[in-house]
């Protein structure tokens, strides 16, 4: 069946840090590929999504790139604020989302 | 625009006893799911509607169960409550399977 793997936490960054949370997943057929962010006390946020290979979703400076010759959907942020410290999840859907167990980002001042 | 709502924000319950909650989708939203967060088991999807229609189901025993209604308002109910059944439960919506997901702050029981 259907499964995602992300790297687990915490992240811990300092400001204006450089940010990868490794995402992988595995689909028995063309899944389309979502970050979503988690702030606490909240729902899921949806952050980026994309449909095919090759495709970048970004929003907000976060991106990530459908890669099909790895499997990978790996979030990438070239400078993280105090602001974005959540937790992140990475999601495939072909008849349902399905989700990693998620990444907590600590970012300190 | 109002988002997604679920309502109560919380429940504590006792085991044995049944549960309802409710979740209003976004204005024009067909398609609902809800999901159950745990610690240690993440996010599992529960079920989807459409239309009234329950599309999807996932790997949940039949104590679990929902409906929608013809304004595409949700409910799901757990009956005989285990402790276990403590968790987070989210409800989504979207216009249409090209739309991401808008989630719900998500309805917390805590069963004792």
């Known amino acids: 069946g259907d499964s995602v793997t992300q790297m687990e936490g915490p992240v811990t960054l300092s400001e204006e840090a450089c940010l990868t949370i490794?995402?992988?997943?595995?689909?028995?057929?063309?899944?389309?590929l979502f970050w979503y962010v988690q702030y606490p006390g909240e729902g899921l946020q949806l952050l980026l999504k994309a449909t095919k290979a090759d495709d970048k979703g970004s929003n907000k400076g976060f991106e990530a790139t459908y890669r099909k010759e790895t499997t990978s959907f790996h979030l990438e942020k070239g400078s993280v604020q105090v602001s974005d410290s959540a937790v992140y999840f990475c999601?495939?859907?072909?008849?349902?989302?399905?989700f990693g167990k998620g990444t907590m980002l600590l970012v300190s001042p | 625009k109002a988002g997604v709502t679920q309502t109560p924000r919380y429940l504590i319950k006792t085991r044995g006893q049944q549960v309802t909650l409710s979740c209003s989708p976004i204005?024009?939203?067909?398609?609902v799911s809800w999901y159950q967060q745990t610690p240690g088991q993440g996010l599992q999807f529960l079920f989807e509607y459409f239309s009234e229609t329950q599309r999807n189901k996932g790997n949940f025993p039949g104590r679990f169960s929902g409906r929608q209604f013809s304004n595409s308002r949700s409910e799901m109910n757990v009956s005989t409550l285990e402790l276990g059944d403590s968790a987070l439960y989210l409800c989504a919506s979207r216009a249409g399977r090209n739309y991401g997901y808008t989630f719900g702050s998500g309805t917390r029981l805590t069963v004792v």
């Open positions: 999601a495939l859907e072909e008849s349902t989302l399905t």
């Open positions: 490794n995402c992988t997943y595995t689909a028995t057929g063309y899944p389309s």
């Open positions: 204005s024009g939203h067909r398609s």
